[in-house]
Structure formats: C-alpha cells, structure tokens
C-alpha cells in the first residue's frame, strides 16, 4: 500500500514540474514577443539619450529637429 502511494505521490509530483516549466516556457516567450514588439516600434524614433544630450549641449538651439536614419541620429537645427 506504502509502495502506491509513493509511486502516485511521485507522478503526480513530476506533472506538477512538467506544468510549471511549461508555463514558465510560455511566459518566457510571451516576455520575449513584448521586447521584440517594443524594439521594432523605436526602431524608428531617435533616443531618449540622444534628446537630452543634445538639449543639454545645445541650450540655445531653436527649430530642433530629429531624424533616425539607418547608423545615426541626426539633429538639424539653428542657433541664435
């Protein structure tokens, strides 16, 4: 009887582990299609880090303009 239990106690441990790790495998999945999603919507936008610096070395900078190209943020603007 011990021996039953033992083994149902064992299986049914092992389906608990197959579950969480596929689950853990779809959320992994889930995260990563996120990510890829976010990149390619900034792929087109100049950076965050790009803006500041450039306000910050540029306070007097008027029609700023950005543009992403393919290697480059590019900034067209002109100072008083």
Wanted: aromatic share 8%; hydrophobic share 35%; proline share 0%.
């Amino acid at each position: 009887m011990a021996g039953i239990l033992l083994i149902a106690a064992t299986v049914t441990f092992a389906h608990t582990n197959l579950d969480r790790k596929e689950t853990r495998t779809e959320k992994r999945k889930a995260r990563k299609e996120l990510r890829m999603e976010r990149r390619a919507e900034n792929r087109n936008e100049v950076s965050i880090e790009t803006r500041d610096q450039f306000e910050t070395d540029f306070t007097d900078a008027r029609n700023v303009q950005f543009v992403k190209t393919k290697n480059f943020d590019e900034v067209s603007f002109f100072i008083r």
